[in-house]
């Protein structure tokens, strides 16, 4: 009796379970039923290469265009830009954290980056408006500093607690062996951290960046704010750009709903879809290639 | 036996982990081609000793030493003295087997790259020469360029000592290096500490009693921080003189 009721139990958890991570998977494929359902008859007035590489969007001129590569081009320079920024710096500030700083501060500079990921993004944006955009402009001399490289440095502010943190935690995860071995075949410390500890967390690094531009891809008020809205291809990381969240936040409110211009804004959202998709799937692809040598397998 | 020189020798070697007293003025020479086996109970210090000889306790804060540690008659906690330098000279290798997440060959590599070689032709023949050393050559030639984690236990122990060879020491530190093997690949270890001594001094940490007797040829017995006895190995398993080595060696404690 009292075991039939413990196998009920554990029948009755594993069903629980495995309904939860099935509505996660299902919200996203609702998502992207949605999104399909909502945009794709767009691509009805349309042709899909054109609305991908058009140079064009002018959703609201007579008769409408709809090219969106300006802002696929201006997510992407955006996104690029705070990758190059945020990458990097917030690698750095992870090493520092967990192999050189002493315990008290790196406690200190953990819990303060950790608060940056808490700021709302509007926040964000409205000092890059306010303080940083004339600073650029000055140092720079540009004739206005709503532009890519303003976005970008801000959404680089944005992506660092999350590249910073990922990477720590990727850092630590490097067993104690490693760099002892290291150390007792007479390397220095740095030499360790640059030959065997970096590469052994390579993949949580890779993972870290990955979603650093995750998050500056997806950000979209700050860019709104920052990036100059321009819906021009840029030349330089100095124009101003537009991108594809930003427009869909810009422009949603004037849309018919069901309208064609609608229609196109969730086409945008598809673009935005499948290139995370992509992102995602890069990262899964570099993770299996270099975990594998970390599980034996032949290379 | 005839009395070997002495390649490293302790002076009064105290040791504290911040309060903690972990050493009491351990006097120990480690005779030249020779090995010498630590014994004694879990936490009697014999490891701490062991990573005082390369200063690997150093990495640990609030660490200190007092007294001497004379490589070739040089204290190596001299002010002069660079503790990377050191650990080129007396290599370690530890309880659990700890080859990098590399190649075979980028493991016995890293060594010499990290002190400047890289002659591709060079290094294959460090590596050649290591493995062969270490008497791992026969197993792995054939997949150099897979990774070192796909190795058998055994296996990552004799490649991680192979890896300690490539960068040519003179004393080697073994903490527990069978601990985590099986018997047969212990044994092939022990064969190998006893080929090792023809060209290198070894010191090596042990729980197991047998393995000390079996390839030592000096054997130190730690208690509480304290070194209670050290002797030619014979003498310390069938004449102690100290009462507390005699109820350990026969498994009264510990």
């Known amino acids: 009796m009292n075991k039939k009721i413990v196998r009920y139990y554990e029948k009755g958890i594993k069903y629980v379970l495995a309904l939860t991570a099935g509505t996660s998977i299902l919200i996203l494929f609702l998502i992207f039923f949605f999104l399909f359902r909502e945009g794709a008859g767009v691509f009805a007035h349309v042709n899909i290469?054109?609305?991908?590489?058009?140079?064009?969007?002018?959703?609201?001129?007579?008769?409408?265009?709809?090219?969106?590569?300006?802002?696929?081009?201006?997510?992407?320079?955006?996104?690029?830009?705070a990758g190059m920024i945020a990458i990097p710096t917030g690698i750095g500030i992870a090493v520092f954290?967990?192999?050189?700083?002493?315990?008290?501060?790196?406690?200190?500079?953990?819990?303060?980056?950790?608060?940056?990921?808490?700021?709302?993004?509007?926040?964000?944006?409205?000092?890059?408006l306010t303080i940083l955009a004339p600073l650029i402009k000055d140092i720079f001399n540009l004739p206005s500093?709503?532009?890519?490289?303003?976005?970008?440095?801000?959404?680089?502010?944005?992506?660092?607690?999350?590249?910073?943190?990922?990477?720590?935690?990727?850092?630590?995860?490097?067993?104690?062996?490693?760099r002892e071995a290291s150390l007792a075949l007479g390397a220095t410390k740095w030499e360790t951290t640059l030959r065997v500890v970096l590469p052994s967390a390579r993949s949580g690094l890779i993972a870290a960046s990955m979603l650093g531009l995750g998050r500056a891809i997806g950000e979209t008020m700050a860019v709104l704010m920052v990036a100059g809205n321009a819906t021009l291809i840029p030349h330089s990381i100095f124009d101003p750009v537009r991108t594809i969240t930003a427009d869909i936040a810009a422009e949603m409110g004037e849309t018919v709903q069901g309208g064609l211009h609608y229609q196109a804004l969730f086409g945008l959202?598809?673009?935005?879809?499948?290139?995370?998709?992509f992102i995602n799937l890069i990262t899964d692809l570099v993770f299996a290639k270099t975990s594998s040598i970390k599980r034996g397998a032949s290379l | 036996m005839t009395e070997k020189p002495n390649k490293m020798q302790t002076n009064n070697l105290n040791f504290f982990y911040k309060d903690f007293h972990a050493l009491y003025d351990i006097n120990l020479p480690v005779r030249q081609n020779a090995v010498t086996a630590l014994i004694g109970p879990s936490g009697c210090g014999k490891s701490t000793f062991l990573r005082t000889l390369n200063r690997m306790n150093d990495v640990i804060n609030g660490s200190k030493a007092k007294g001497e540690v004379l490589l070739d008659g040089k204290n190596v906690y001299d002010a002069d003295v660079d503790p990377v330098d050191l650990r080129k000279k007396v290599g370690m290798v530890f309880q659990k087997p700890n080859p990098f997440p590399m190649s075979i060959f980028d493991n016995l590599a890293y060594g010499p790259r990290i002190h400047g070689i890289k002659n591709r032709g060079r290094l294959n023949e460090i590596v050649e020469n290591s493995l062969k050393d270490a008497a791992l050559w026969d197993e792995v030639k054939d997949r150099l360029q897979q990774s070192a984690m796909g190795l058998s236990g055994g296996q990552q122990q004799r490649l991680v000592i192979?890896?300690?060879?490539?960068v040519e020491p003179e004393v080697i530190l073994m903490d527990e290096p069978a601990s985590a093997l099986d018997p047969i690949s212990t044994s092939k270890l022990e064969d190998l500490i006893y080929?090792?001594?023809?060209?290198?001094t070894i010191v090596i940490v042990t729980h197991n009693m047998q393995q000390a007797a079996r390839v030592s040829d000096y054997t130190g017995f730690f208690l509480n921080g304290e070194m209670v006895e050290y002797d030619v190995t014979n003498t310390i398993f069938t004449a102690p003189r100290d009462k507390r080595t005699e109820d350990y060696i026969t498994g009264r404690f510990g």
Do not use: C
């Open chain 1, 97 to 128: 954290l967990a192999e050189m700083a002493p315990h008290s501060v790196r406690e200190i500079a953990k819990a303060i980056i950790e608060l940056l990921a808490g700021v709302p993004s509007v926040v964000y944006g409205f000092i890059g």
């Open chain 2, 162 to 166: 192979a890896r300690v060879l490539a």
């Open chain 2, 195 to 200: 080929q090792l001594k023809e060209n290198y």
């Open chain 1, 49 to 81: 290469l054109d609305f991908v590489f058009g140079k064009d969007w002018s959703p609201v001129s007579e008769p409408p265009v709809f090219g969106a590569l300006p802002l696929i081009a201006g997510s992407m320079v955006v996104t690029f830009g």
């Open chain 1, 145 to 178: 500093a709503l532009s890519a490289f303003t976005a970008s440095v801000v959404l680089a502010v944005m992506a660092l607690p999350t590249v910073v943190s990922i990477s720590e935690d990727a850092l630590n995860a490097v067993p104690q062996d490693f």
């Open chain 1, 269 to 277: 959202g598809m673009v935005l879809f499948v290139i995370t998709f």
